[in-house]
């Protein structure tokens, strides 16, 4: 008598999982057998970064025509958005390509009434702190020059605002001398989730500085988890964000140069290359004085570093700064970069020193020649 149809069906499954089960064994028994190769990932012959940021460069932009076209429809929303910021909105946009030049274009033609900060949160590393002592030092200015506010009702500032607490420079942005005025600042923050950024830390005060009542921020988000850095409260209390789908499609030429290539050769030749790369972004005074610290250290070896009297001292003979703060703001954007570090002096006096040997050094003053 034959066996039901299903039966058989079922038997044949079996036979079939027990074939997958016994290879499976016999390739695992069989695996000691093989070749294993011995190259290594160290032993990758990696291009130059020089050679490879070049030809990177040299890649046409596809699109160009529709990338423009596409950057000069969203002009429709600026009148919306500059509403949105007045009425105590913050602006975040995302979307496909870099939001760079759709934020400054923004920020030109539109926030000419605001005093504008600009963080470029693709840097490795960000003084914050800097920053919002700079966006103080701004409104006040701003209640300086408006005529519309009575001497006695001016803040009382004791000390300057580089030497204040994060804590007393959130409190004078928060503050209601300016409330009756016009007096506001937009922060523009060039990816918001970047690298230098993205710290809980940063994240917290970046939060706090948006709830100020004389701040308004408009920033852009790139990675698919931005959103993750930040609960509801941030969200909808104190970035009180308005969301804004805007794909660019345009290549990330600006951000990516702060990143380190993985196809590249890596040590010290490529950190005198990565700052060489970097000092051609800077303007001609800021590398200008990063020479001057370049030249000291070469004379000075044995020293810890070059003094910030001498440095400024220097930097004022070559007509290269005119205050303390603008050089302080070139300083800021060095150790921004990485390209200089500080220490303390033994007499207390603190000391700025370049972290690369005497020999990429001389390489450095050649490409800055």
């Not at 900060?117 to 693709?122: D, H, K, Q, S, T």
Request: with cysteine.
């Amino acid at each position: 008598m034959d066996r039901p149809k299903e039966a058989r069906e079922e038997e044949e499954e079996d036979d079939e999982e027990l074939g997958f089960s016994r290879n499976y064994f016999l390739a695992k028994e069989n695996s000691g057998s093989v070749k294993k190769s011995s190259s290594k990932l160290s032993d990758i012959n990696v291009v130059d970064e020089k050679d490879l940021r070049a030809a990177t460069s040299g890649i046409v932009t596809k699109h160009e025509k529709e990338i423009t076209s596409l950057l000069n429809s969203y002009k429709d929303l600026y009148s919306t958005w500059l509403l949105e910021l007045r009425f105590g909105f913050g602006l975040l946009m995302y979307g496909f390509g870099s939001k760079k030049i759709l934020l400054e274009d923004f920020a030109s033609s539109t926030l000419s009434d605001f005093g504008v900060i600009v963080i470029n949160g693709y840097l490795q590393s960000i003084n914050l702190k800097q920053v919002v002592s700079t966006m103080a030092e701004v409104l006040w200015e701003q209640l300086k020059t408006k005529r519309k506010i009575s001497a006695r009702n001016m803040p009382k500032v004791q000390q300057p605002f580089s030497s204040q607490s994060m804590e007393d420079l959130l409190l004078f942005l928060d503050g209601s001398h300016a409330k009756e005025i016009d007096c506001l600042i937009c922060v523009i923050v060039h990816n918001i989730d970047g690298p230098g950024l993205r710290d809980c830390e940063s994240q917290q005060n970046l939060a706090r500085l948006a709830s100020c009542t004389q701040v308004r921020m408009v920033a852009s988000i790139d990675h698919v988890n931005a959103p993750l850095m930040w609960d509801k409260k941030m969200v909808h209390t104190q970035f009180n964000w308005c969301w804004y789908h805007v794909p660019t499609f345009a290549p990330y030429k600006v951000e990516g140069v702060f990143f380190p290539l993985i196809l590249t050769s890596g040590g010290t030749t490529q950190s005198a290359k990565t700052a060489i790369i970097v000092l051609q972004s800077l303007t001609p005074n800021a590398q200008s004085v990063f020479k001057i610290i370049v030249e000291y250290q070469l004379a000075h070896s044995e020293e810890e570093g070059m003094p910030i009297s001498v440095l400024y001292t220097q930097c004022r003979e070559r007509f290269l700064v005119r205050s303390q703060t603008t050089l302080s703001s070139h300083l800021t954007e060095f150790k921004d970069h990485e390209l200089v570090k500080m220490r303390r002096h033994v007499d207390g006096q603190d000391c700025f020193y370049i972290p690369l040997p005497s020999e990429s050094l001389e390489k450095l003053l050649q490409e800055l020649a």
